[in-house]
């Protein structure tokens, strides 16, 4: 998939983006229920409804294992160029009506077709797993200084009604990441379920905490109409008050299931991401600037095709500014064996994630076996030393937050 340049007559460099066109993928990705539903309505067989899951948790991950990594850079010179490209911002513009879309087309299937109580909770689900990429879209979008993409990065995260995710991930996540202070960064040892427990409402209060320093600073109550995080929740309100309306009090559990799925999908890419990563500090007892080598990476073709290049999450966390189709690979960096949703999978077995990625995680070139350069669960730490600690045990060094 590797892209070409070229110098062109006058001397300009010139590059060709062979994923160009393929990146519609994820515009189109968030539409998978409409196929769904699309062959229930044909047919009558509600195990279509399983369909989108199928597709996520089994086809993709085949496919990515089947069709490799790429791991091919857009030349540095010629980042600015392909950062200027209005195409690729369009598509991030265009996939944000079409999570609406895909919410409301599943919501009046669920409510207005004669479908068993199973499947209305399985549309429910399926349209969760589509707004969990919602969430995504608004992780591109809420990195970007535009005002336009700061609005609709309100507006597509309305939709799972996690308005509250950019204040936390830029202003939190990234300053904390891959330190046992970040709840959204996962200990060795922490299974999925448990980190849920930890990530969910932790990430809340802390997005709450920022904004309100926020608008302290600025003489503004918590509840002043410039609240960041209210505004998002005012659209969910909203919504959901106007899906309501339409298609009445079934709608209620509906957007329950939507809403703790999609919650669902934002925690297992966190939990893949940084899975014991170890930020070290310096002799003044602050934390290292953040590497590359802090976020677990995944090169898979066709999961990133669908999440925007999420899976370069190394290089995202060194230059979060840095749009998706510029992200970049480096050499000896944490690997995942597989894309996301493969890893999803295995994460949601956790014997079998600790069984692969503990041994991947010990391994790495900057731990090479040693536990004090591992962010480990607190609960599980005397286990993991009995298993990889070398004939020695030590009192943690840094301490956990308090409620985290």
């Given at each position: 998939?590797?892209?070409?340049?070229?110098?062109?007559?006058?001397?300009?460099?010139?590059?060709?983006?062979?994923?160009?066109?393929l990146?519609?993928?994820?515009?189109v990705?968030?539409?998978?229920p409409f196929?769904?539903i699309w062959?229930?309505?044909?047919?009558?067989?509600?195990?279509?409804?399983?369909?989108?899951?199928?597709?996520?948790?089994?086809?993709?991950?085949?496919?990515?294992?089947a069709i490799?990594?790429?791991?091919?850079n857009p030349?540095?010179?010629?980042?600015?160029?392909?950062?200027?490209?209005?195409y690729?911002?369009w598509?991030?513009?265009a996939?944000?009506?079409?999570h609406?879309?895909?919410?409301?087309?599943?919501?009046?299937?669920?409510?207005?077709?004669?479908?068993s109580?199973?499947?209305?909770?399985?549309?429910?689900?399926?349209?969760?797993?589509?707004?969990?990429?919602?969430?995504n879209?608004?992780?591109?979008?809420g990195?970007k200084?535009?005002?336009?993409?700061?609005?609709?990065?309100?507006?597509?995260?309305?939709?799972?009604a996690?308005?509250?995710?950019s204040?936390?991930?830029?202003?939190?996540?990234?300053?904390?990441?891959?330190?046992?202070?970040d709840?959204?960064?996962?200990?060795?040892?922490?299974s999925?379920?448990?980190?849920?427990r930890?990530e969910?409402?932790?990430?809340?209060?802390?997005?709450w905490q920022?904004?309100?320093?926020?608008?302290?600073?600025r003489?503004?109550?918590?509840?002043h109409?410039?609240?960041?995080?209210?505004?998002?929740?005012?659209?969910?309100?909203?919504l959901?008050?106007?899906?309501l309306?339409?298609?009445?009090?079934?709608?209620?559990?509906?957007?329950?299931?939507?809403?703790?799925f999609a919650?669902?999908?934002?925690?297992?890419?966190?939990y893949?991401?940084?899975?014991?990563l170890?930020?070290?500090?310096?002799?003044?007892?602050?934390y290292?600037?953040?590497?590359?080598?802090?976020?677990?990476?995944s090169?898979?073709?066709?999961?990133?095709?669908?999440?925007?290049?999420?899976?370069?999450?190394?290089?995202?966390?060194?230059?979060?500014?840095?749009?998706?189709?510029?992200?970049?690979?480096?050499?000896?960096?944490p690997?995942?064996?597989?894309?996301?949703f493969?890893?999803?999978?295995?994460?949601?077995?956790?014997?079998?994630?600790?069984?692969?990625?503990?041994?991947?995680?010990?391994?790495l070139?900057?731990?090479?076996?040693?536990?004090?350069?591992?962010n480990?669960?607190?609960?599980?730490?005397?286990s993991?030393?009995l298993?990889?600690?070398?004939?020695?045990?030590?009192?943690?060094?840094?301490?956990?937050?308090?409620?985290?």
């Amino acid at each position: 998939m590797k892209g070409y340049t070229a110098v062109l007559p006058d001397g300009e460099l010139h590059y060709v983006d062979r994923k160009r066109w393929l990146w519609l993928l994820s515009v189109v990705y968030p539409l998978q229920p409409f196929l769904a539903i699309w062959l229930h309505f044909k047919t009558g067989n509600e195990l279509w409804f399983l369909l989108p899951f199928a597709t996520s948790y089994i086809i993709a991950p085949l496919l990515d294992w089947a069709i490799g990594e790429d791991r091919n850079n857009p030349p540095e010179e010629i980042v600015m160029q392909l950062d200027q490209d209005r195409y690729y911002r369009w598509l991030t513009y265009a996939v944000v009506p079409l999570h609406l879309i895909a919410l409301v087309g599943c919501v009046w299937y669920a409510t207005s077709a004669s479908v068993s109580w199973w499947a209305f909770v399985l549309i429910a689900i399926t349209a969760g797993l589509t707004s969990g990429l919602a969430i995504n879209t608004g992780h591109e979008l809420g990195h970007k200084n535009s005002k336009i993409e700061k609005l609709l990065a309100k507006v597509v995260l309305a939709i799972p009604a996690y308005g509250h995710f950019s204040i936390e991930h830029n202003r939190g996540h990234h300053r904390d990441v891959s330190t046992p202070a970040d709840p959204a960064s996962s200990r060795m040892g922490e299974s999925i379920y448990k980190f849920a427990r930890r990530e969910i409402p932790s990430a809340f209060r802390r997005a709450w905490q920022i904004e309100k320093e926020r608008l302290t600073l600025r003489g503004k109550s918590v509840w002043h109409r410039s609240n960041a995080i209210l505004q998002s929740y005012a659209m969910t309100a909203a919504l959901s008050a106007i899906l309501l309306w339409l298609f009445g009090w079934s709608v209620v559990p509906f957007l329950f299931l939507h809403n703790v799925f999609a919650y669902w999908q934002l925690t297992s890419a966190n939990y893949v991401e940084h899975y014991g990563l170890l930020r070290q500090r310096d002799v003044r007892g602050r934390y290292e600037r953040c590497q590359p080598h802090h976020s677990w990476n995944s090169n898979h073709i066709l999961s990133n095709l669908v999440m925007f290049h999420l899976e370069r999450h190394s290089d995202h966390h060194a230059h979060p500014l840095r749009r998706y189709q510029s992200l970049r690979h480096f050499e000896d960096l944490p690997s995942l064996p597989n894309g996301y949703f493969g890893m999803y999978v295995m994460a949601y077995i956790p014997w079998l994630w600790f069984y692969v990625m503990d041994k991947r995680l010990m391994a790495l070139p900057h731990v090479q076996g040693d536990l004090d350069k591992v962010n480990i669960d607190p609960d599980a730490r005397a286990s993991l030393f009995l298993k990889w600690g070398r004939d020695k045990m030590v009192e943690p060094t840094i301490t956990d937050i308090p409620g985290l």
